[in-house]
């Protein structure tokens, strides 16, 4: 059986991180979404620590990491990932982004370089949540919005509210297929209530209000994008994506297999095979 550690990462401005590690080999370190947990990568701890050393991390506020009240915006969570790589201090790491994380390692490549990365993963995450005034039809597609600044601001003052439990709740319901049992979104929807309320509105607002259009077409690694047919986040945007990273592949989950904002939850185990087989094609 599949054995878990748990660690403590103490970062330079107090806070203290939390870390779920399993198996040996390659290491690859999954990096969760916007509210979401290191926990619910554990289709993965399991699926995949026969052959990799996995490392999946609770973001400051999140899961079983410290509940700070400062640092929600992608910059600090970058500084946060910089340092968690300097602790694991295995060269040659690979990361594993799920939507939001993606924005992070995004940040992280833009201010720290890819000389730490072995090559990268992202899934699920568009070059840009919030259309401007003024973008054209095509710009809004290969970003990937799903929110107008109106629709943001309404949507972190829901968050923000003393009674928000059930508004995220709902809108985490509408990221999965209707095949989700209900016991595995109830664990889902109680780890991301972990995140408090203030810093689930925070760091919503700063995420989405970001635009990574100039720092994708500079990545330099070798790049694999997973997207859902039937996800929340627009596929033109990936393919968007796919088109600015040289060598970079796109593996596209059908909705009928699980192929939602959380397929690798859904569909998990193609979804562990994919990633398995892009690890473990050499590296030119």
């Given at each position: 059986m599949t054995s878990i550690d748990h660690l403590n990462i103490p970062i330079?401005?107090?806070?203290n991180l939390h870390m779920l590690n399993a198996g040996s080999g390659p290491p690859l370190l999954l990096l969760p979404g916007w509210s979401q947990t290191a926990s619910m990568?554990?289709?993965q701890?399991?699926?995949?620590?026969?052959?990799?050393?996995?490392?999946?991390l609770d973001w400051r506020g999140h899961g079983e990491s410290e509940k700070v009240n400062y640092g929600y915006r992608i910059s600090r969570f970058a500084k946060d990932l910089h340092?968690?790589?300097?602790?694991i201090d295995i060269p040659g790491i690979n990361i594993l982004g799920h939507s939001m994380g993606n924005a992070v390692i995004w940040c992280y490549l833009d201010i720290f370089g890819a000389d730490l990365i072995n090559k990268i993963i992202i899934a699920e995450q568009p070059p840009s949540l919030v259309s401007q005034p003024g973008w054209?039809?095509?710009e809004v597609s290969n970003a990937g919005c799903v929110f107008s600044c109106t629709e943001l601001i309404e949507t972190c003052d829901s968050l923000a509210e003393n009674n928000s439990d059930q508004f995220r709740a709902d809108m985490l319901r509408d990221m999965f297929s209707s095949a989700i049992s209900e016991?595995?979104?109830n664990f889902i929807i109680n780890e991301n209530l972990l995140l408090p309320r203030s810093a689930a509105a925070s760091l919503l607002r700063n995420t989405s209000m970001e635009d990574w259009r100039d720092v994708i077409p500079r990545i330099n690694v070798p790049t694999l994008i997973c997207a859902g047919t039937e996800s929340i986040v627009p596929?033109?945007?990936?393919?968007?994506?796919?088109?600015?990273?040289?060598?970079?592949?796109?593996e596209l989950f059908k909705g009928s297999e699980g192929g939602s904002h959380?397929?690798?939850?859904?569909?998990?185990?193609?979804?562990?095979?994919v990633v398995a087989d892009f690890l473990d094609q050499p590296t030119e």
């Open positions: 330079s401005d107090g806070t990568f554990r289709h701890l399991f699926g995949l620590s026969d052959r990799f050393n996995v490392f999946a340092e968690v790589l300097n602790w054209s039809e095509e016991a595995d979104l596929l033109s945007s990936q393919r968007w994506i796919q088109a600015q990273i040289p060598g970079c592949n796109l959380f397929m690798f939850w859904e569909a998990a185990s193609k979804f562990n095979q």
